[in-house]
């Protein structure tokens, strides 16, 4: 607006290159990485090499939902533009057991509440690899005990001996 016509934006822009983000909590690590992508000082790879390390990283567990809320809200359209992104996620999700993936969940879903309904069809397509039917209007107490059950018959049918219940 007019109040801000006489700042600097390169002021700005040199600040945020200049944050350490190892340094930074994760959601300001998060939207620090979403806007210098979306001004393109940084590239997709230096996304997807960001996103791996603090998605994946040794210290990463509890930093996940955290660092991808603060980059949706600086740059939701990263997730299905930056080639990469969405497997790293998939790595993310597939080295979680039922129970922990069910104690991220909470965090997940709040990271990925930036998204419209239309964003979130599109995400879905992408980490489902075509068409997937994303239902919206699930209560999560609702979900967390579908998925509690789920876990449960799971564990019951591999006591009896099913293989095809194993956990991959």
Known sequence: GAEGADLDPALFWDAVERLDGRRLAP???????GLLWSERRIGDDDVVRAGRGRLLGTEAG??????????????????????????????????????EFRRRLPGLRSAFATLTPR????????????????????????MLANL???????????????????RP
């Open 27 to 33: 959601a300001l690590a998060g939207v620090a990485l």
């Open 62 to 99: 509890h930093d996940a939902a955290g660092f991808l809320r603060g980059l949706m809200l600086s740059a939701r359209e990263a997730t299905w533009q930056v080639d990469g992104l969405i497997a790293v996620l998939d790595e993310l999700i597939g080295i979680w057991d039922d129970g």
């Open 119 to 142: 964003e979130t069809d599109r995400v879905a397509e992408l980490v489902g690899g075509g068409a997937v039917p994303v239902v919206t209007d699930l209560d999560e107490g609702v």
């Open 148 to 166: 509690e059950r789920d876990t449960t018959i799971a564990d019951l049918l591999r006591e009896d001996g099913l293989a095809w219940a194993a």
